[in-house]
């Protein structure tokens, strides 16, 4: 028996995204974040969508796979394609101590298997009138929550010349202006949970932030702080100890240090001081062989998913199953987005009933001159994006943004996420990155 949903054509279009000038350990973000927008259109002219890391490697991958696309049914194709999710590279680093996601070589076939996986899912909830949740085992939750996630920013909304954006928050590079930046993110999106980006500055100046974010919100809004391994394990359990009370309440440190080691001995040295914060991570543990090391050292005690790396919503799910059996929390990773993986990343988490946090997002740093979903940006409301009964990913493609995103990507210069370089290029010339730094 057939499905009766056949794939005619794939197209993938890259786009460029302004997005402002965000600090963090790797560095400064460009003036343009990338993404790539996927399409599988059916014989019956039904369109399923996804979004994946941007740029021309993971574009070309994707298109030379074509010929296995073009003509196969939705509902098999993954199951065919399958063996990616199994096929390791062999670069001898398996970390992503030193890399973005979306650059780590070890799960590149994951990466090319979620952006189809999905794309897939979208096509068959559309062809079939079925929310992506609906398919995936259905929803356990209609509302998605988010949390806000500030960063130390230079003056500037994103975007270059002409094409520059409001810059809505300012320069924040104080614990002050950060907390300005949470307060006023909170007005327009209702956060309920704060994820700061650290290991910028002096791990002195980062505690003071989360201190005032404290005071600021009150012990009601959990608080976490994600410095991308920036210190060292003494600077780590330092930090754990001076934010024990602020991180304690429903919040964590994230990567504080490099490696499954490293973390496992915060972890050891802060338990024995009877501080038990959790640690969470999506650089040391990236990938379900990193899950047994860590689960024998106690290095993380939960795990940030995402389905763009981690090789799909499925399995995102079997994360979630394994940290549920292994008694970890289960929260979500996000790299720079619109609003097709805002929606991605919603209907997985819907359909997780084991997602113990509320989720990251980059999604308020984009502008909805960007946008490449019909009717503008996706709403987050009170902290939630909301799961409706509409087919797929509940999202359809402007042809017109899209084209415009094209535009961009291809009047900038900007081919690959380089923090190093802009850094070196605005702040300071012999910028470069080194783990630890305190
Ligand atoms: O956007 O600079 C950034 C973040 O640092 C991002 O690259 C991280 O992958 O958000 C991420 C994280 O939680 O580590
Ligand atoms: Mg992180």
């Known amino acids: ?18 997005d402002p000038p965000l600090r963090s350990s ?22 399923g969508v996804s979004e994946t890391y941007g740029g021309e490697a993971p574009r070309e991958i994707l298109l030379n796979l074509g010929k296995e696309i073009v003509g196969s049914e939705p509902h098999r194709l993954t199951g065919c394609l399958r063996d990616m999710l199994t096929r390791l590279s062999d670069h001898e680093d398996a970390s992503q101590t030193h890399l973005v996601p979306g ?49 130390y920013k230079h003056t500037g909304g994103g975007g270059e ?14 614990p002050e202006t950060l907390v300005g930046q949470v307060i006023k993110m909170r007005e327009e999106y209702g956060f309920k949970s704060i994820k700061f980006k650290a290991g910028v500055f002096h791990p002195d100046q980062e505690i003071e932030t989360i201190k005032q974010l404290y005071r600021e919100l009150g012990p009601e809004i959990p608080l976490r702080i994600d410095p991308n391994s920036a210190w060292t394990v003494d600077t780590s359990v330092h930090v754990g100890r001076e934010l024990a009370e602020e991180l304690g309440r429903g919040g964590y440190l994230e990567d504080p240090t490099a490696t499954i080691s490293g973390m496992s001995e915060v972890r050891r040295r802060l338990l024995a001081e009877g501080i038990d914060t959790p640690l969470a991570t999506n650089v040391a ?7 047994p090391g860590s689960i024998k050292e106690d290095a993380a005690q939960i795990i940030l998913c995402d389905h763009h790396y981690w090789g799909g919503m499925r399995e995102v799910q079997h994360l979630a199953k394994l940290c549920q059996t292994f008694d970890l929390g289960l929260s979500m990773h996000s ?18 009933p084991h997602l113990t946090y509320a989720c990251d997002t980059h999604y308020p740093w984009q502008t909805e001159e960007d946008e490449v979903v019909i009717g503008g940006r996706v709403p987050i409301v009170k902290g939630c994006v909301e799961i409706t009964d509409k087919p797929g990913l ?14 961009r990507y291809e009047k900038y210069p900007y081919r690959k996420r380089d923090d190093t370089a802009e850094m070196r290029k605005h702040v300071d010339p012999d910028w470069e990155r080194k783990l630890p730094r305190w």
């Open 1 to 18: 028996m057939t499905s009766g949903i056949k794939i005619k054509e794939m197209r993938v279009t890259p786009v460029a995204i302004a």
């Open 26 to 47: 790797y560095g400064l973000h460009q003036p343009y974040a990338l993404r790539n927008i996927l399409e599988f259109e059916s014989e019956d002219g039904v369109i």
């Open 103 to 151: 650059e780590n070589p070890v799960d590149a076939n994951r990466r090319t298997y979620a952006a189809i996986e999905v794309g897939c899912l979208d096509l068959i909830g559309k062809s079939l009138g079925k929310p992506v949740c609906d398919l995936l085992g259905g929803r356990v939750r209609d509302r998605v929550p988010f949390s806000a996630y500030p960063f």
């Open 161 to 174: 010349g002409q094409d520059a954006r409001e810059d809505k928050y300012g320069e924040c590079l104080s």
């Open 285 to 291: 543990v990236t990938c379900f062989d990193d899950l």
């Open 335 to 352: 790299n720079n987005h619109l609003g097709i993986s805002l929606m991605g990343m919603a209907h997985v988490a819907a359909a997780t």
């Open 394 to 407: 509940g999202v359809e493609l402007d042809y017109d943004q899209l084209a415009r995103g094209r535009e």
